[in-house]
C-alpha cells in the first residue's frame, strides 16, 4: 500500500516554513544556468513561477494554449485578492487569516501548508504593489480593503472588479522581462497533451502546435504544471472556454496521485442559466454581496406575480422578503461562505421561491446600500461588473435587483502535491488551481489569487531547488530519446483515432450531455443512488463519444474541434473519477454535499472521525478503477468543528 508523505517539517507551525527553507538545498548561479525547468501555463500561477525562475537564473521555457498570456483565465477573476495585513486595524493576522481557511475549506485541508500561504499572503502584496499594480487606496494613499465570505475582517484587497487583469499584468509585465532578457522562451499556441518521464522521472512534455498541428517535443530537468482547474467537466461553468484537465490528466495517467476530485465549489452569485445552448455562465462578483441583500418574496403569491411580471421586485413590502441570509446566519449575513450561501439558494428555489421564469434564481438588491452610500460610491466600487450585468441581462442592477444563481466555480480537487508542491511523480510540480490545493473542501473568495500568486511568486521558486540541486550532473535531455519518441507516437495515434471517428455529432453534443449529467447527480448536491447512476451512464457515454463523433478539419492545421475534442475524451474519463471519488466520501462538507448527511437544519453534517483525509487516487489502467490513497490530515492547532455561521 502506498504511502502519502507530504513533508511537512518538524516544528511549531509558524516556524515550519522559515525552518524549511533555511535547510532546503540550494542551487548556485553558474548551475541554475545548466538546469531547464518547463513551465506549463501563465495565468497568475505560471506566469508568477516563470518570471521567478527565469529571474532566478533558470533556462525557463513557458507554455499556454492562447496567443498571449495576458489571456489566460486568472484574467476573469474579478473580486480580490486575500492578505493578512491589517490594514484596517480590525484584528487581522496571519493566523486569523489561517484559522479562517483552515475553517472555512471545512477542515479538508493541511494546516502546515495553509499557515505558510497566510504568512506568504503579506509577501505578495508588498511584490505586486511594487509591480505597480493598481491596487484600490484610501483618500490618505493607503491601499484599501473590501470583506469576503467567511470572513469578520476586510482583509480583501482589490482593483475596481478586474483584480485578476491587473495582477496578470503586474506577472505578465515581470515574465515579458525575463523573455526579453533571454531566461525564459515563450511557447504560445501550443495544446500540451503528455508528459515524459525518463526513468520515473518527469523530463519532458508532448504539444500539438495549435497553428500548424505539428507534434513538438520538449525537454527540462522539472516541469511545472501551471494549468489552472476542470470545472468545465460541467460543460457550463464560469471558467474560460478553453480550462481543461488534459495535462494534469495525463500527469495521472503517468503516476501523479489525483487529490479529492470531486471537491468542486459552486458560486452563489452568477448570471443564471438561460438558454438550452448557452455555453458559458456569467460570474457576478462575490464582492457584490458587501453591499446587495439576497433575498426571495416570503410568499408564494408574489412568487407567482413576480415570474409573470405582474409586479415588479420593487413593489414587494420589505415586510414581505424573506432575507434568507440575514435570517438563518445573523453573524455572517450575507457574507455567509460560498457553500452556505449556495445551498440557502438552492434551498428556497427548490421550496419554490426562485423569482425568475425558470424558478432557479434569487435576488441581490442594492436598493438600501445606493440609498445610504449614494450611486456614486456603489458605480466606483462595482461599476464595471453593473455594466457587465446590464450587457447581459438588459436591466440595469441601479433600478431592479440582480437575479443571481449558484454555478460551477473552481475545482479544489487536482493533482496531489506534497509540502514543496511536488506530485507523486519526481521532478513534477503543480500549481496554482491545477493541484489539489489548500481550500479543502470549499474555497473562501479572494484565495485562489492568494494561492497561485504564493505558489508561483514564492513557495515553488524557494522548494524546486532542493530537488534541482541533485540534478546539476544531469546533462540536458535529447528530445529525440526513445521515450519523448514513443510519447509522440501515442499522441499522434491518439489524435488520428479522435479524427477519424467519423461520425455524426458534435463534440459539444457530448460535452454537454456530460455537463448535465455531472451537474445532476454530482453537482451542488448528491445521492447514493444518482452517483450510482452516473457510473453506470458515464462509461455508455464514453463509448458512444468514440464511436460517433465528428470532428471536421485535419490534423496537420488550426483546428479548434479536435482540440476540443482532446478536451471532451480527457473530461469524460475525468467525471467517472469525480463521481468515484464523490461515492466513497459518505459525509457532507464544503461545497461537497451529500443529501444524506445533513444536520436536521439542513446543514452540511461532517463525519471527521472516517473522512478526515485528503482522497488521492492512482491510476490503475484503462480497464481497471483507480485506487484511492488516503493522506490522514492532522489539525494540531485548529480543532475542528461544527462550521457555524450564525
Ligand atoms: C469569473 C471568475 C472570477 C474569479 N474571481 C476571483 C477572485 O476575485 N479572487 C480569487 O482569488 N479568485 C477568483 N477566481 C478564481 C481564480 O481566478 C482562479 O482560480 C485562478 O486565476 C487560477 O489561476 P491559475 O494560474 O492556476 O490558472 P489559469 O489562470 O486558469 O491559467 C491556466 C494556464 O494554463 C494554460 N493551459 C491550460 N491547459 C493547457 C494545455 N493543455 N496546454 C497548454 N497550456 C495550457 C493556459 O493557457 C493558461 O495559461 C475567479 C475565477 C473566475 C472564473
Excluded at 416570503?298 to 412568487?303: G, I, L
Amino acid at each position: 500500500m502506498m504511502r502519502l508523505n507530504a513533508g511537512i517539517p518538524e516544528g511549531p507551525i509558524a516556524d515550519k516554513w522559515t525552518a524549511y527553507r533555511s535547510a532546503a538545498k540550494l542551487v548556485n548561479p553558474n548551475n541554475k544556468r545548466k538546469l531547464d525547468i518547463i513551465v506549463v501555463g501563465t495565468g497568475l500561477a505560471g506566469a508568477s513561477a516563470a518570471a521567478t525562475l527565469g529571474q532566478l537564473g533558470y533556462n525557463v521555457k513557458v507554455f499556454c494554449y492562447q496567443d498571449t498570456p495576458r489571456r489566460a483565465h486568472s484574467i476573469a477573476a474579478q473580486g480580490g485578492i486575500n492578505a493578512a495585513k491589517n490594514y484596517p486595524n480590525d484584528g487581522d493576522s496571519v493566523y486569523r487569516l489561517f484559522y479562517d481557511t483552515i475553517k472555512g475549506g471545512d477542515y479538508r485541508s493541511r494546516e502546515a501548508n495553509v499557515y505558510r500561504l497566510a504568512e506568504v499572503s503579506n509577501q505578495i502584496i508588498d511584490l505586486c504593489v511594487a509591480q505597480g499594480v493598481p491596487f484600490a487606496r484610501e483618500y490618505g494613499g493607503l491601499l484599501t480593503n473590501r470583506s469576503f465570505g467567511g470572513a469578520q475582517v476586510s482583509r480583501t484587497f482589490y482593483a475596481r472588479g478586474q483584480t485578476g487583469q491587473q495582477l496578470l499584468l503586474g506577472a505578465y509585465s515581470a515574465l515579458s522581462r525575463q523573455i526579453d532578457a533571454g531566461n525564459v522562451t515563450l511557447y504560445n499556441r501550443r495544446d500540451v497533451l503528455d508528459m515524459v518521464l525518463v526513468d520515473g522521472k518527469a523530463r519532458g512534455i508532448i504539444a500539438r502546435n495549435l497553428v500548424t498541428g505539428a507534434i513538438e517535443r520538449f525537454a527540462a530537468h522539472a516541469v511545472v504544471l501551471a494549468t489552472g482547474g476542470y470545472g468545465n467537466v460541467f460543460y457550463l461553468s464560469t471558467n474560460a472556454m478553453g480550462s481543461n484537465v488534459s495535462p494534469a490528466w495525463s500527469a495521472y495517467k503517468k503516476g501523479a496521485l489525483f487529490g479529492n476530485p470531486s471537491f468542486t465549489q459552486i458560486h452563489p452569485t452568477c448570471i443564471p442559466v438561460h438558454g438550452e445552448f448557452q455555453s458559458k455562465l456569467t460570474l457576478m462578483s462575490e464582492s457584490l454581496r458587501n453591499d446587495g441583500r439576497i433575498w426571495v418574496p416570503a410568499y408564494k403569491k408574489d412568487v407567482d406575480r413576480l415570474r409573470s411580471k405582474e409586479i415588479k421586485p420593487s413593489e414587494i413590502p420589505d415586510s414581505d422578503r424573506d432575507y434568507y441570509l440575514e435570517r438563518r446566519y445573523p453573524a455572517f449575513g450575507n457574507l455567509v461562505p460560498r457553500d452556505v450561501a449556495s445551498r440557502a439558494a438552492k434551498e428556497r428555489c427548490d421550496a419554490g421561491y426562485g423569482v425568475s421564469s425558470t424558478g432557479f434564481a434569487v435576488f441581490l438588491d442594492f436598493a438600501d446600500a445606493i440609498k445610504r452610500k449614494g450611486q456614486g460610491t456603489i458605480d466606483a466600487l462595482y461599476g464595471n461588473l453593473f455594466q457587465m450585468y446590464e450587457q447581459i441581462v438588459a436591466d440595469s442592477p441601479y433600478e431592479t435587483p440582480m437575479m443571481i444563481y449558484p454555478a460551477v466555480h473552481y475545482t479544489m480537487g487536482g493533482l496531489w502535491v506534497d509540502y514543496e508542491l511536488m506530485t507523486t511523480v519526481p521532478g513534477l510540480y503543480a500549481i496554482g488551481e491545477c493541484n489539489f490545493s489548500d481550500h479543502g473542501a470549499n474555497r473562501l473568495g479572494a484565495s485562489a489569487l492568494m494561492q497561485g500568486l504564493a505558489d508561483g511568486y514564492f513557495i515553488l521558486p524557494a522548494t524546486i531547488s532542493n530537488y534541482l540541486a541533485a540534478e546539476i550532473h544531469t546533462p540536458r535531455f535529447d528530445p529525440d530519446g526513445s521515450e519523448f519518441t514513443l510519447a509522440a507516437e501515442k499522441v499522434r495515434e491518439r489524435l488520428v483515432r479522435l479524427k477519424n471517428t467519423g461520425g455524426k455529432q458534435s463534440v459539444d453534443h457530448y460535452h454537454r450531455q456530460l455537463g448535465r449529467l455531472m451537474w445532476e447527480n454530482c453537482g451542488m448536491a448528491r445521492s447514493q443512488p444518482g452517483l450510482e447512476e452516473a457510473l453506470e451512464r458515464l462509461p455508455l457515454l464514453r463509448e458512444e463519444f468514440h464511436a460517433n463523433v465528428c470532428i471536421p478539419g485535419s490534423l496537420d492545421e488550426y483546428n479548434p474541434e479536435l482540440e476540443k475534442a482532446w478536451r471532451v475524451a480527457d473530461f469524460l474519463e475525468l467525471g467517472e473519477l469525480m463521481v468515484r471519488d464523490a461515492l466513497q466520501r459518505r459525509e457532507s462538507c464544503g461545497g461537497h454535499f451529500r443529501e444524506e448527511y445533513q444536520t436536521p437544519d439542513g446543514e452540511a453534517l461532517r463525519n471527521d472521525e472516517d473522512f478526515t483525509f485528503v482522497g488521492a487516487w492512482e491510476y490503475k489502467g484503462k480497464s481497471c478503477a483507480a485506487e484511492l490513497h488516503r493522506e490522514d490530515l492532522n489539525f494540531e492547532v485548529v480543532k475542528p468543528s461544527q462550521r457555524s455561521y450564525k
